[in-house]
């Protein structure tokens, strides 16, 4: 069953009312949002779209949380400014309530912090069927517990967000982007070390399991060629550099965003991740024919699994690394892969958020 | 029924019982002129002496003394260095007071990981002076740096004069090792910047101590700036500083730092630490610029020529660290330097949309000549974060109550305006009053079914942040 919701009040007399109940937005990473067995109830918050506020002098705004990443970068693009984590698969649909349950951030985030980073406030319908409000529509607030932070990965499991005020950036007005060959996998890791260690203020670097590295300069365009004349001659020995043409690069850095590399037949699993991580994650994903890229620098692992290969490698690659991971399409997956933090404080704080179990487990 | 249900003497004797037989020595402490010391933190209007005071030397000594304080019902605070302004490690009358400076290790940095990995009682600047060798910093800088511990900053997300760039406490934190309040040891978030599943790190930090004790806390660490170029620009009046602030913002500049000082703060500062501030002026304007040098010598340019549009009466730059810090030591001696100007004060830590600073500081103004008060002001100009310092004489009858008057109309202020009754200070003892009037019942229900879910006894902390009274506390 789907419950559309044009309105909160629906959402929250939907919450008094029914149990097994799971939020959707664009749909754009059905294995959180596609209901794992019968008797799910759906809540469909797409509806629930638009700004609330937003002054770009204050840069801050507020939206529902149904609300297409594709507008509220339009709109934020109008005035110069941009959410510089480059939410993912803002293509395909993704909406702002999506992104903060989901916790994806895109290449931007090596800069200037990911969506956690940028969440200030957020309004959800939480078990007990109440709207409550956290945080606030400042950019530095430390009143109150911490719930938008909170919500960012909660994948629906503690509320059903509806709504969302973010801190946003000014959009750089140039950018460069090099392709790095470092020469096999290990060497791109000892690169990307390096690189994020320098002086270079990379806005993104992705590393490609092949040993190549996507890496980007963002700001103003005056000092652009001299960041990119002295950061060329001190790459790594045995590196080679190329820099791309505009419209290659954008074309690059929009693959990367919409993880539009991923092949057929494999399933988008977002699993967190350290440079020390690398190699041995992409063993195990190598052995089961899929592909991965490495995001971030090296902080976040975007991996396609074989749709018909089980999970139990990864699942173990993860745990020996304390790492843990999210399926985000293919087959519905609640369940997080790997690691698994929070353990007492988390069944506590889901018990008072959820006190009735109305949201799925 | 409160005071029987976690206070009752037998309880106290149990704890006190159970503690003894830690084997802590002397480093617990039971007789009344070794509790004075620890009966106030930096918000010194409040003082209560607690039961005893536990000197920690190991996380296991933290998470017994937790389970003996859960075992009998008795109430605790854990204390790093005191500086809380908010009243936040002020200790309980009857309850124990877990002090954390001597679980003060730097277990490792990984430099390849940028991070590192901390006892609660490591001093901030330590952390950033341990990864100097590697090129590398702890980024968030409260003011009180030099003594107070990544534990405290981890309670009360901190802050900094550089958060406009860089972020909180909270924005630094990957994971912890942490204590609930009934004693079971829990690991939150890892080692990674990107969080899978709800982020339990993030909830942790800025509880004020409510869910419990971290032990031990991993951090992010940054490269040092290449480069960094500070700008002081003179004013002749606070609205023009302020002008200039929403003209840099508005330019797509992003500093590293945007504060104001007004003349009554700049005042203190040249009556204590010296800074040599130009002298004469209405109102200050820190910039600060920080990166590549390439980047920093072109943000340099553009905003050489901001500020000269925007009439500053004079602008001085440099990009040498020891002039730098002479500037910093001025605007971060700031609060102690008011008790040059009068024998008390009170630091308010509210927020305002940053356009709204103007109308913010206008207001405060009135108010204060209302309350016939004087006010310094200091503030983050970049985020809206307002730290009006309020003087008083705390020998003349009534003046403590009318600067508490006073700072509660300013927050009230703030609140109308659309922002928050604090930036990082946290609510503590001094503002739980107030948290109800920023947040809504239900709100605040939740708030209270969260903390009575981690921590059902209430032990953690009681009687900070939730406002007393009304079964909050």
């Known amino acids: 069953m789907t419950l559309a919701a044009g309105h909160v009040d629906e959402i929250r007399e939907l919450v008094r009312s029914s149990t097994g109940l799971l939020p959707r937005g664009g749909g754009s990473k059905p294995a959180l949002s596609a209901p794992p067995h019968d008797g799910v109830v759906t809540v469909d918050v797409s509806g629930l779209r638009g700004i609330v506020a937003y002054d770009p002098a204050e840069l801050t705004l507020t939206a529902r949380a149904g609300t297409p990443v594709a507008e509220l970068d339009a709109a934020l693009a109008e005035h110069g400014q941009h959410l510089p ?30 969506v956690r980073d940028f969440v200030i406030g957020v309004r959800i319908v939480d078990g007990t069927g109440r709207l409550v409000s ?42 460069a982007t090099l392709e790095i060959a470092a020469g096999g996998l290990d060497a791109a890791v000892a690169a990307a070390t390096e690189l994020s260690a320098g002086p270079w203020e990379l806005d993104a670097l992705e590393l490609h399991p092949d040993g190549r590295l996507l890496a980007r300069l963002a700001g103003d365009p005056e000092p652009m060629e001299a960041r990119l004349a002295r950061l060329v001659p001190a790459l790594p020995a045995g590196a ?58 090296g902080a976040v692992a975007w991996i396609a699994w074989p749709d018909d290969a089980p999970l139990d490698p990864l699942d173990a690659a993860l745990r020996e690394h304390g790492l843990a991971a999210c399926a985000l399409t293919g087959a519905p997956a609640p369940d997080l892969l790997g690691a698994v933090r929070g353990g007492a404080f988390a069944q506590r704080v889901r018990a008072a958020l959820d006190p009735d179990r109305r949201f799925l487990d | 029924m409160e005071e029987e249900r976690v206070g009752a003497p037998e309880g106290r004797d149990r704890v006190l019982a159970d503690l003894r037989a830690l084997g802590l020595g002397e480093r617990l402490l039971t007789a ?35 389970r003996a304080c859960h075992r009998h019902g008795v109430p605790f605070v854990a204390r790093g260095s005191g500086t809380s302004l908010s009243g936040g490690s002020l200790p309980l009358e009857g309850g124990v007071l877990i002090a954390l400076n001597r679980l003060n290790r730097i277990l490792r940095i990984d430099p390849r990981a940028r991070l590192a990995v901390v006892q609660p009682g490591v001093v901030n600047l330590e952390v950033s002076r341990a990864a100097a060798r590697y090129g590398l910093q702890y980024a968030p800088d409260p003011s009180s740096e030099s003594v107070c511990t990544i534990g405290g900053n981890v309670a009360f997300n901190s802050g900094g004069a550089h958060c406009l760039r860089h972020g ?43 869910f419990g004790i971290a032990l031990e806390v991993t951090v992010r660490l940054v490269p040092v700036p290449e480069a960094v170029h500070t700008a002081l620009a003179v004013y002749d009046s606070l609205e023009a500083a302020g002008d200039a602030v929403s003209r840099i913002v508005a330019s797509g500049l992003l500093p590293v730092a ?41 943000d340099a340019a553009r905003l050489a020529a901001l500020l000269r549009d925007s009439g500053a009466a004079h602008v001085r730059t440099t990009e040498d660290p020891g002039e730098r810090a002479l500037i910093w030591k001025g605007r971060k001696a700031a ?11 009170l630091v308010q830590d509210g927020v305002v949309p940053r356009t709204r600073l103007g109308e913010a500081l206008a207001e405060i103004e009135r108010l204060a000549g209302a309350a016939g008060l004087r006010v310094a002001n200091v503030f ?18 009534g003046a403590l109550e009318r600067a508490e008057a006073l700072a509660g109309d300013i927050l009230r202020l703030c609140i109308r305006l659309g922002g928050s009754i604090t930036g990082e200070h946290g609510v503590g003892v001094e503002k739980r009053a107030h948290l109800p009037e920023m947040f809504g019942p239900d709100d605040m229900e939740l708030m209270g079914r969260l903390r009575d879910a981690v921590d059902p006894a209430r032990l953690a902390n009681r009687g900070k942040m939730l406002p007393v009274g009304d079964g909050w506390s």
Request: with cysteine; proline share 7%.
């Open chain 2, 32 to 66: 009344p002129a070794e509790l004075a010391v620890f009966s106030s933190d930096a918000l010194t209007a409040f003082r209560q002496r607690p039961l005893a005071v536990v000197l920690a030397d190991t996380a296991e000594e933290v998470v017994a003394t937790v």
């Open chain 1, 134 to 175: 956290g945080g606030g529509r400042v950019v530095k607030n430390a009143a109150g517990f911490d719930l938008p932070k909170l919500m960012v990965g909660s994948r629906g499991r503690l509320g059903v967000i509806v709504e969302v005020s973010l801190k946003v950036f000014p959009r750089p007005r140039a950018a």
């Open chain 2, 335 to 345: 609060f102690s330097a008011v008790g040059w100007l009068a024998p008390d004060y």
């Open chain 2, 168 to 210: 909180m406490t909270a924005n630094h934190v990957l994971g912890m090792r942490v204590v609930l309040p009934d004693g079971e040891v829990v690991d939150l978030g890892g080692e990674s910047l990107e969080p899978v599943g709800p982020d339990w790190t993030g909830l942790f930090c800025g509880s004020e101590g409510l």
């Open chain 2, 258 to 298: 945007l504060e104001i000082m007004d003349a009554l703060a700049i005042e203190a500062a040249e009556a204590s630490v010296k800074p040599g501030y130009p002298p004469g002026a209405a109102a200050l304007l820190i910039v600060e610029l920080e990166g590549g040098r390439e980047t920093v010598a072109a």
């Open chain 2, 380 to 397: 983050h100009a970049g985020d809206g974060n307002l730290h009006p310092l309020i003087l008083f004489d705390g020998r003349e009858p």
């Open chain 1, 85 to 114: 984590f480059d939410p993912p698969l803002a293509r395909a649909g993704a909406t702002l309530g999506g992104v903060v349950a989901a916790a994806t951030s895109g290449p931007g985030a090596l800069r200037s912090g990911g």
């Open chain 1, 240 to 297: 080679t550099a190329r820099r791309l043409a505009a419209g290659e690069a954008d074309a690059r850095w929009r693959e990367a965003a919409d993880l539009a590399w991923r092949p057929g037949g494999t399933r988008l699993v977002r699993a967190a991740c350290t440079p020390a991580a690398i190699a041995p994650l992409w063993a195990a994903v190598a052995a089961a024919g899929g592909d991965a890229r490495f995001g971030r620098g």
